[in-house]
Every structure is written in structure tokens, then in C-alpha cells.
């Protein structure tokens, strides 16, 4: 059994690393907050391009622009998103993994040479020049400092490439942000765009609240759903609004594909951000609640140690005066 004074400093080594934890746990919750905020604002503009696409594909189904047209694949690069620091539990792994999985699966067909990867992310960079992978730019920038800029010089140089025949697809790999206590590993086609389908995906984010723990999510989703049936009806806004479109269909949806393809980078930029953020709150938490427990049967083991010394000295002095 360790003595009084090694679980006295193993007491004092956890309640240091609890205030750490702790610490973090605080630090990246107000990250959180910021990121649930850039992607709240960035929504209405998300909103109102989806309602002009959507209008337009209702008007004229088969118009297209060389961003949608699908061709034999001969070279991918995948566009993988991650974080530049750790200590946010399996966030960096999961990324990495999917990543591995489809480069193999590209490798089979293709030959590990013809598939290209975008790290956005410092993790996932060290990775891919660990394994030995085709490393195109370097991203770790965008993730501390997220901005529309660098996502459109990134999408105008993956669509360069795409229109010029240099890549046939571009793939991208991210964590979708659904709630601070669910994020979704995420892998889809970027180029070339499939407008239905990326108009059709999952939407539906959480950005009310930080809180994490399940029983938590479960009652206010409870209350917002009674707030909504008892809350009146809203007026439905009709989908066509029959635009008046000069100079011709192909024309316009040239100019507006990039600028889905630069809302889409930017979008998976903005929930990766999110989503490691709240992916290590969780786990900060986590490691607080463990240096908790640790510290509750650290206390129980010092006060049964004390315990059992007070009373092998007692044990000793009454044997020493029967003695006498």
C-alpha cells in the first residue's frame, strides 16, 4: 500500500491536471460559441442561393455547365479537414482513418500516384506525408483563422484543374456539425456537383445551445417541438418565384455553380471548426469527470491510509502502557 505522502502528491497531480482540463473545457466552449456564430451567420446567404438553384432547376432541368458533368475518373483529390492541434478525443482519428480508406479504395482502381490530397488541418498534413501521400497546398491557416477568401482561391483552383481535365473528381472529407454533442463524419463529392443532391443533404444543425450531455439535448429538443405546435402557423413561401433570367439559363448558373462550390468549402470549413471544438469540450469534460472520480477514491484511500496509521499508533501506546 503507498504511504500517506505518495497519494498526498498523486492528490496534488490531479487536482493540477483537473484545473487544466477544466480550463480547456471552458476555453473551447467559447470557441464553440464564436464558430455556432459564423455559421449562423453565414445560413441566410446559404438560404437564399439554395432558393435560387432550387428555382432554377424547376424552370429548366437540363441545363448544365461543365462544374455537373460527370466523366471517366482518372485522377481524384480529396479535400480532408482536420484540426492543427490534439487533445480533442478521436476527432483527428476518425478523419484520418476515412481518409486511409479512400485513398486504398482510389489506390485499387487508380494507383496511389493519381489520387491527390488538399490537408486543411495540420494533423491530417503530417499524416498524408507520414504515409507517403501526394500532397497538394497546405490549409493549417484556414482552420485557426476561418475565412470565404482562402475557400474561394482553394474551389477556383480545384475547379481550374477540374475544367482543364488535370482531376475528374474532388472529394470532400469533413466532420458535419449536428449539435455539441453529434458530429458527423462526412464524405461526398465536391466536383463534379450534383446541385439535387447537395440541395437535398442534411441541414439541420444545433446552434442554441453548447451543451453536450445527451439528457440535456433530448429536453430542450422537447420544449422547442411544444413551443412550435403551440406557436402559430408560419406562412409557406412558394419554392418557383419564375425569375426573369438574361441572358440565358446556361449563362447565369455558370456564374452561380462557383459560388456553390465556394459556399460548400467554406460550409464544410466552418463545421469541421465547430465540430472539433465541441468534440474537445467533450472530451475536456470527460477528463474532468474522470479527474473527479480519481480524486474521490484518492481521498477514500488517504483517509483509510490515516485511519489505519492513528490506529496502529493507538494500537501501540495502549500496548506499551499494559506492559508497564
Known amino acids: ?66 462544374y455537373d458533368q460527370e466523366r471517366p475518373v482518372k485522377r481524384v483529390a480529396l479535400v480532408v479537414y482536420s484540426s492543427n492541434s490534439s487533445l480533442c478525443g478521436g476527432f483527428n482519428a476518425n478523419v484520418i482513418r476515412l481518409m486511409m480508406q479512400s485513398v486504398k479504395a482510389y489506390a485499387d482502381e487508380l494507383g496511389q500516384e493519381n489520387v491527390e490530397i488538399y490537408p486543411v488541418g495540420r494533423k491530417v498534413a503530417e499524416k498524408a506525408r507520414k ?35 488535370e482531376i475528374d473528381r474532388v472529394e470532400l472529407i469533413y466532420h458535419h456539425f449536428k449539435s455539441a454533442g453529434s458530429q458527423i463524419l462526412t464524405r461526398k463529392t465536391f466536383l463534379p456537383i450534383d446541385v439535387e443532391s447537395e440541395l437535398e443533404r442534411d441541414h439541420e444543425r444545433d446552434l442554441t445551445t453548447n451543451i453536450a450531455t445527451r439528457k440535456s439535448q433530448e429536453y430542450q429538443k422537447k420544449n422547442q417541438r411544444t413551443h412550435q405546435t403551440v406557436g402559430q402557423e408560419q406562412e409557406v413561401v412558394p419554392l418557383n418565384d419564375n425569375f426573369i433570367v438574361e441572358p440565358d439559363m446556361n449563362t447565369v448558373l455558370s456564374q452561380l455553380m462557383p459560388k456553390l462550390a465556394h459556399l460548400m468549402l467554406y460550409t464544410a470549413l466552418l463545421d469541421s471548426v465547430a465540430s472539433e471544438h465541441a468534440a474537445r469540450m467533450v472530451a475536456m469534460q470527460t477528463a474532468t469527470d474522470n479527474a473527479d472520480e480519481l480524486l474521490r ?21 495502549v500496548g506499551g502502557s499494559v506492559n508497564n
Do not use: W
Not at 466552449?29 to 446567404?45: D, F, R
Not at 484518492?298 to 493507538?314: D, F, H, M, V
Open 131 to 165: 504515409l507517403g501521400y501526394l500532397v497538394k497546398g497546405d490549409g493549417s491557416a484556414m482552420v485557426d483563422k476561418p475565412n470565404v477568401h482562402d475557400c474561394i482561391n482553394l474551389a477556383m483552383e480545384l475547379g481550374r484543374r477540374f475544367a482543364s481535365g
Open 297 to 317: 477514491q484518492l481521498n477514500l484511500q488517504y483517509n483509510k491510509s490515516r485511519q489505519q496509521a492513528i490506529t496502529s499508533e493507538l494500537l501501540d501506546i
Open 1 to 66: 500500500m503507498p504511504s500517506l505522502k505518495e497519494i498526498k502528491g498523486r492528490i496534488a497531480s490531479v487536482n493540477s491536471t483537473r484545473k487544466i482540463t477544466s480550463a480547456m473545457k471552458m476555453v473551447a466552449s467559447s470557441k464553440l460559441h464564436h464558430a455556432q456564430v459564423a455559421i449562423q451567420n453565414m445560413l441566410p446567404y446559404e438560404t437564399l442561393l439554395e432558393h435560387i438553384l432550387k428555382s432554377f432547376l424547376a424552370a429548366e432541368a437540363e441545363a448544365q455547365t461543365i
